[in-house]
C-alpha cells in the first residue's frame, strides 16, 4: 500500500511518538522517517521493503491508512497511543485528515 510522508506524520501524531520513538519501533533509523515525511504529499519513496516495514509496524499499533477520496489516517477501535506519550491519551484524536498540498503560484 502506497502512503504519503503526510500520512506517516499524522500516524505518528495519532500514536504520539517523536521520529526517534518510530524508527526504534520500527528498526530503522530516525533520518529514514524524517525523509519520508519530507515527502509531504507525494508518495513515500525508498527501498519497498522499508516502507512495508514501517507500514507494518504502524498497522500493527493500531493505525488504519485510509486512501479514498480524502487520504487520511485513523487510529483503529479498541488502540490507544503508545504508552509514554507527551500528550494524554483524551487530548489525541482519533482520526486526521491528511491537508491538500500546497502550491505556490509562480512570478511572471
Known sequence: MIFSGNQLR??????GLDQEALAEKVGVSDN???NMEACGA????GFASTRDKVRQALEGLGIE???????G????????????SAEPASVVPTT????????RQRRS
Open 42 to 45: 507525494e508518495p513515500v519513496g
Open 73 to 84: 489516517v485513523r487510529l483503529r477501535k479498541g488502540h490507544r497511543p503508545v504508552p509514554a
Open 32 to 34: 529514514t522517517i524524517r
Open 65 to 71: 491508512f485510509l486512501n479514498g477520496g480524502e487520504p
Open 96 to 103: 486526521m485528515k491528511v491537508p491538500p498540498k500546497k502550491t
Open 10 to 15: 499524522a500516524a505518528r501524531a495519532l500514536l
